[in-house]
């Protein structure tokens, strides 16, 4: 399979790892301007339409996928805890713990995401996906491709 970044779909990811770790889709985290300072470079993100909403709680960032949210919240936890939970689900065998990997700036395959939703929609049991590329009656004739 190719590798692709996973962007806002990775976010559940970071969202998990907090409501494990004493958050609460009540608390709230800021969802305003941040700048990132890593050695000589410095890293400004911002949210995808331009804006910043102030306070806001967990529940509102993820079901708004606020950027500026995710990665003070990743920032807050810590990347080494988004690693792990990134590598738990599956989703990665390595990540390298750096900020803009909270966004989903990381490469990984369709098939390790459909895997690491299969576990929050199974209670947190993992399955193995498989795919369905056509259907056939019980004479062998494909009904759907």
């Keep these: 399979q190719a590798m692709r970044q996973p962007g806002s779909s990775f976010k559940p990811i970071v969202y998990s790892a907090a409501l494990d770790n004493g958050y609460t889709p009540a608390s709230v985290i800021m969802d305003g301007p941040i700048t990132i300072q890593s050695g000589n470079t410095t890293w400004t993100p911002k949210n995808y339409d331009g804006t910043v909403a102030g ?77 369905i590329d056509r259907i056939q009656d019980r004479y062998g004739k494909t009904v759907f491709k």
């Design 55 to 131: 306070p806001a709680t967990l529940r509102s960032g993820i079901e708004k996928s606020r950027n500026l949210m995710t990665v003070r919240l990743a920032n807050d936890m810590g990347m080494k805890l988004v690693v792990e939970y990134a590598e738990r689900f599956g989703v990665y065998d390595h990540l390298a713990p750096y900020l803009p990997m909270a966004l989903g700036s990381g490469e990984t395959t369709v098939m390790r995401m459909v895997s690491a939703y299969s576990i929050m929609a199974n209670g947190g049991k993992s399955i193995k996906p498989s795919l």
